[in-house]
């Protein structure tokens, strides 16, 4: 963690952390990185979404970093898709809508489409009609699913002397 801050220092480069399947430690990976003098608006916090209701993530918003609701292509061991659904609406409602970004995190075999995996196009095809279930709007979803990770992924201008 400290050699990836220092890299974002030289770089700008933007920097996605991995946390636990429930999002545990992403306040300690956030300290740490401060330590470094990372700004909490070029970290990307893997791994959210698993856990009912969304006070579990406040503390990380409020800090100014990115909420990755991803792994939605993990299915055997984690929340259903209708649970995560129901945590983005309420992480929208309340305001958060342009700190979220969506993705399925595929890294097996078997969550390709090919091997019997819900695929690449889960989070559009099976996940965002959760979505517009839930009230979501299609502009929020187009912030989540394009301006969000456009902003996140950019390079921040380094500052002589970094």
């Not at 300290?31 to 990307?44: F, H, I, R, Y």
């Not at 990115?66 to 993990?74: E, K, P, S, T």
């Not at 890294?107 to 839930?134: D, K, S």
Request: charged fraction near 20%; hydrophobic fraction near 45%; charge should be negative.
């Amino acid at each position: 963690f400290r050699a990836s801050a220092r890299a974002h220092r030289r770089t700008g480069a933007p920097i996605m952390t991995h946390t636990t399947h429930w999002g545990e430690l992403a306040i300690e990976q956030l300290d740490l990185l401060s330590e470094e003098g990372v700004d909490p608006a070029n970290v990307v916090i893997s791994h959210l979404g698993d856990r009912r209701g969304i006070h579990w993530w406040l503390p990380i918003a409020e800090r100014g970093a990115w909420l990755d609701i991803d792994n939605l292509a993990f299915v055997g061991g984690y929340a259903p898709l209708e649970f995560r659904a129901d945590n983005v609406a309420e992480l929208c409602a309340v305001g958060l809508v342009g700190q979220i970004m969506l993705s399925n995190d595929i890294c097996e075999l078997g969550q390709l489409a090919a091997y019997g995996g819900v695929g690449y196009a889960n989070v559009i095809e099976n996940f965002l009609p959760l979505l517009r279930a839930r009230g979501v709007s299609e502009e929020h979803i187009h912030q989540m699913t394009v301006t969000n990770p456009a902003r996140a992924f950019a390079f921040t201008e380094v500052k002589a002397g970094r």
